[in-house]
T-cell receptor
Framework: NAGVTQTPKFRILKIGQSMTLQCAQD?????MYWYRQDPGMGLKLIYY???????DKGEVPNGYNVSRSTTEDFPLRLELAAPSQTSVYFC???????????????FGPGTRLLVL | GQNIDQPTEMTATEGAIVQINCTYQ??????LFWYQQHAGEAPTFLSY??LDGLEEKGRFSSFLSRSKGYSYLLLKELQMKDSASYLC??????????WGAGTKLIIKP
């Protein structure tokens, strides 16, 4: 199993450009998450999904969009990049057999994004 | 508001024991996680506590007191490879994780 994979590993964007951060998992997990991690700050939840076709906003969703057309893939879209979006982005997944439970999240290697 | 507090940085000596504390104030509590994150890498799961008490897993142990909003991670027989950041995260009433900023642990020979 590859676990959670993310591409690209590193990207430089100009202000106003758009891009998609890719995330895939091969563990048949139903839950998937996108976080950003800024220096000296805790991980912040951007969006999450509890299954294919279902997504919901996290703590910091502004400037981002997601889709979940399959169980395996959960891409994150930045439409108009801004310097405030410079960060390290982590995708994670977990499996929950019932709603209202907390399960271990498994993380991808991250995408380092620099917006200039 | 929701808040997780951890020391920013700690230093310890190889072979010694170190305790990393975490205090939390959250809207609801559905468990507390500890993750390890080496520089430039992804967080990896270490432990999960939902009931009061001590959970031991090899060289690592994690303690929880829900009444005090307090947890600690205890690392014994420190090795150089334990140099990393240690992240505390609490599952709130919506089962979403609220993350602390992490404690950077520096191990000296």
């Amino acid at each position: 199993n590859a676990g959670v994979t993310q591409t690209p590993k590193f990207r430089i964007l100009k202000i106003g450009q758009s891009m998609t951060l890719q995330c895939a998992q091969d563990m048949n997990h139903n839950y998937m998450y996108w976080y950003r991690q800024d220096p000296g700050m805790g991980l912040k939840l951007i969006y999450y999904s509890v299954g294919a076709g279902i997504t919901d906003k996290g703590e910091v969703p502004n400037g981002y969009n997601v889709s979940r057309s399959t169980t395996e893939d959960f891409p994150l879209r930045l439409e108009l990049a801004a310097p405030s979006q410079t960060s390290v982005y982590f995708c994670a997944s977990s499996y929950s057999s019932t709603s209202g439970t907390v399960e271990t999240q498994y993380f991808g290697p991250g995408t380092r994004l620099l917006v200039l | 508001g929701q808040n997780i507090d951890q020391p920013t940085e700690m230093t310890a000596t190889e072979g010694a024991i170190v305790q990393i504390n975490c205090t939390y104030q959250t809207s609801g509590f559905n468990g507390l996680f500890w993750y390890q994150q080496h520089a430039g890498e992804a967080p990896t799961f270490l432990s999960y506590n939902v009931l009061d008490g001590l959970e031991e897993k090899g060289r690592f142990s994690s303690f929880l007191s829900r009444s005090k909003g307090y947890s600690y991670l205890l690392l014994k027989e420190l090795q150089m490879k334990d140099s990393a950041s240690y992240l505390c995260a609490v599952a709130d009433s919506n089962y979403q994780l609220i993350w602390g900023a992490g404690t950077k642990l520096i191990i000296k020979p």
